[in-house]
Structure formats: C-alpha cells, structure tokens
C-alpha cells in the first residue's frame, strides 16, 4: 500500500505456524466484537490513507527512492524481529521459500515503492491512493493469465476494464502531449499498482508456504536493499543534514513504525476476524482519507474526474469481487442468525 503503506491484502491468506495464539480466546460477545473490528477496521484504513500524505510530506526532504529504502531499512528489522517472536519458522528454507522472497522483495517492496514513490512526486496523495486501489483489479486480471483456475467471466472481464477506464480518467491523458509530467507521474503509479498485483499472485502461484511474517520481514529487507542500489545508480544525492528536519523524521518514522509495523498487525488481526473479502475494503477506504489528510495537512485539493475515476474503480472491484461479496453476505447473514 501503500501502503501499502504496505497494503497485502493480495497475497496468500497467511500461514501462521505460530509459536503462540496471536488473537487468542475472545471472550467477546458478538455486538462487541464486531464494534472492536469496525474500530480496528476505521483505525487501519486511516494509517493506511495517511500513510500517503507521510509519503508526499517526507519526499520534501528527501530523495524519492533512498526515502523508500529507508523507510524498509527500519520496518525490514522490526518485521524480522516480531516474525522471530511470533513464528517458529522465521528464516526462510529450502528453494521454494526463498523464490517466494524474491518475489516479494522485488515486486511488492521494490518495483511497488520505486515507482509510486517516484510518481507522488507529482500529483496528490488522493490520487495515488485512488489508483493503488486498483490492485485487487489488476490482481484478478494476473490471475486470468497465469493461474487459469480463477478464469474471469464475461463480468469479471468487463469489471477490470471498467477499473482501467478509472485509470484513465483519473490520469487525463493529453493526446497531445503524452509525456506531461503529471500524466508519467500517474502512469508510474499505475505501474506501482500493477507490479504490486503481479507479485501477488505469483507469490500464490508459487505456494510454498512460507508464514506470511517471514515472508514480509525477508521481502522488506531485501526490497530495501534493491532500492538501496536503485537509489545509487539513480545518483540520488545523499545529504543527511535534511534528514533531520522533524517532518522529515516524522515522516520515515510513520512509514517505517506506524503504517508498516503497526498497519500489518492491524490487517491480520482482522483478516483473521474479518476474510479477505471484507477487510480488500480498506483498500477503498485508505483514499478517503489520504483526501481528507492531504487537504488539511497539504493543502491538495483533488478535482472532480478524480473522484469519477474513483468511483469507476470501486464499480470494477464489486463486478469482479461479485461473487465473493455475496457469499460473504450469505454467511454473515447465517452467522448473524445463529446469534440470535
């Protein structure tokens, strides 16, 4: 996200392998426990929203991709100290395990923050965030390609163009000029979104059962490397004395502490109470509030289109998710009735 903020709610339901009972038994009632999860669910897409606005706040100071590098230099070590904590196997083993890494560290850390990082150089944390939220789309239609078991139909199909036609009209291509700054900027992040899906669904493709804590702590780290170099051969200037400036510290510290460490715990706390259906909506909540955030703390000011393009994207993400949300519907309304 990016998230994600580091938004995963594209790769495989976790595996927990855990060394103790991270939700524990609940003594909740019912009305209690879905209070807590909408309080949980609201505190999560607000992290997340401004977790966008840190993101525009912080590139004042420093250089997009040394920025995203270390904001994972600090959340890679954190990640791997709670997976050794929380996991019995923390160190990835054998092949398999480790592809699964690469994959992560290349496209979801990485190729994902290279270019959204790059990209919200030029346009509004509103925007950014409205076009990340095309990754569950852009998963499904990965999927179609690689992974022929979760083939589309005629509606998932025209959903994930409906989605791309959001892109469209949030990005306001000039046939005239291609290449304006703001369109490559949201064309970037567009790419960020897509190399976010793709990493996705090939670490599902590869299946090797990694928990999801060990894959993320190892992804952060060497994803943070990459960029590490990435950053190098960028020749971005490295002048640590504007690193010190407190919105520049605030920033990476957010990132690093607050939309990564704090965020992750969030989601799978609530992935675990919640499915993956339900909790992809933050996804469609976090723009909302990076909005919100970005006016009163920026001053940005998004314009109509964007809000249509929004909109168009959330249509594409219900047709293609349709069937999902309704079986998710039906066994709340059991579930509800077995309460009563």
Known sequence: MGVFAWNVPLCPEPRRHTKRNIQGDSPETGGVSRYRNFVLFLALATIWGSAFVAISAGLEHYPPVLFAAL??????????????YAVEDWI?????????VAVGAVLLIAAYHTFLFVGQQHTTAAAAAILVSLSPVLTTGFARVLMPSDALSFVGLLGVGIGLVGVVVIAQPDPSNLFATEAVAKGLIFCAAASFALGGVLTRRIDSGLPIETMEAWSMLGGALIMHVISLALAEPIDPTTWTHPEALAAVGYLALVASAVGFLLYFDLLERLGAVEINMVT?????VAAVVGWLYLGEVIDATTFVGFALIVVGFVLVKRRAIRDEFASRGIRSRADD
């Open 71 to 84: 904001r994972y230099d600090i959340a890679g070590v954190v990640m791997l100290a709670y997976a050794a």
């Open 92 to 100: 990835p083993r054998g092949r398999t395990e480790w592809a699964t």
């Open 284 to 288: 469609y909540v976090a723009p909302i």
